[in-house]
């Protein structure tokens, strides 16, 4: 059983310009101990994604469609006969059984108050017979565990008191306080620089053995997802274009997004150097965007078929599925 399985899941966001299709229909699943990768660009879904999953939305968001179950358990909002009765669920659920490190430590923390207050918030918003004297020696023992020198004095700090690195270091403790079955790690390394971005992936893949969780990285760095992640969700439009195993998709990529991207950086593996080719255009607006191809206007192979509809995914293995025009036989002679 997958510990998140999430099935046709599809979340707006109403303005008064119209309805923003931010997530649409989209289909994924992370196993107990596996690490999942989700990239895109900037405005793919991404993030939106998971934030519906944590119930995280907007006031003006709504889920529309979908299933959300978390160790099997269904916690759709779309499940519950009322707002108050979902609240409560998700309340018990986040930073216990779910959590989430969020990508910019600089504005994450409160400023006014003490590392140790916002450390053993969620130990005791969960484990209501501790003390506080007790939830301060957890606090300590996930400083130490997450690399933070001298966390007895440390403790009593105000997060200005810290690095980047170290603030970062912070919210990944927070996020493990519960010791949660699932993280979501939301671009944990974009305001780091490159030496601490390598700590930082090296010290979420060890503390996720040692506490026998599931990790979803979400990012647009494919250098992030090929040290780490072991299956990656290409993300474009609100939609999963494809999906396979790492090796899958860096060696044997089939959507024109998936080329696209990889052609954004380079391979040290490569004897040769070559030209990096960004992808032309931008994204997609998901105000009120049809159901088609989302990337027909930037694709270089683009047909007339593209803009009718989307075709059914193509499943070239049973890890490793992709959903384009090109992969039908009719479509390639004109269609």
């Known amino acids: 059983m997958a510990m998140l399985e999430v099935k046709n899941l599809s979340t707006e966001f109403y303005t008064e310009n119209g309805a923003v299709r931010a997530v649409r229909d989209v289909t994924l699943h992370v196993e107990k101990g596996e690490v999942l990768g989700i990239v895109g660009e900037s405005g793919s879904g ?3 994604t998971m934030f519906t999953v944590m119930g995280l939305l907007a006031g003006n968001g709504k889920v529309t469609t979908g299933s959300i179950k978390l160790n099997g358990e269904e916690i759709s909002p779309l499940n519950f006969a009322s707002e108050k009765e979902y609240t409560q669920k998700m309340d018990s659920i986040r930073g216990n059984d779910m959590a989430m490190i969020f990508q910019d430590p600089m504005t994450f923390l409160n400023p006014v108050l003490k590392i140790k207050t916002q ?24 400083m130490r565990k997450v690399g933070i020198p001298s966390p007895e ?5 105000y997060p200005f008191q810290f690095s980047g690195g170290m603030r970062q270091r912070i919210i990944i403790a ?4 519960c010791n949660p079955k699932v993280i979501i790690a939301d671009e944990p390394t974009t305001a780091l620089d490159v030496t601490i971005q390598a700590q930082v992936l090296e010290l979420i893949a060890s503390l996720k053995d040692e506490i026998d969780s599931s990790i979803i990285m979400i990012t647009h760095d494919l250098g992030v997802v090929a040290s780490i992640c072991d299956r990656i969700a290409i993300m474009y439009g609100g939609k999963i274009v494809e999906e396979g195993t790492t090796d899958e998709i860096f060696y044997n990529p089939q959507h024109p997004y998936t080329k696209g991207l990889l052609s954004c950086v380079s391979n040290p593996e490569e004897k040769e150097r070559k030209e990096l080719k960004p992808i032309p255009g931008s994204p997609p607006d998901l105000l009120n965007i049809e159901n088609n191809c989302p990337f027909k206007d930037r694709c270089e192979n683009a047909m ?3 803009a009718m509809g989307l075709p059914e995914a193509v499943e070239l293995t049973s890890t490793h599925k992709y959903t384009c025009w090109l992969s039908h036989p009719y479509a390639k002679k004109g269609a």
């Open 46 to 48: 991404k993030s939106q």
């Open 153 to 157: 004095t440390r403790i009593d700090q």
């Open 304 to 306: 007339k078929v593209c």
């Open 119 to 142: 450390l053993i918030e969620p130990i005791m918003n969960h484990n209501p017979n501790i003390s506080k004297s007790e939830a301060v020696e957890r606090g300590i023992e996930l």
């Open 174 to 177: 927070i996020a493990l306080a």
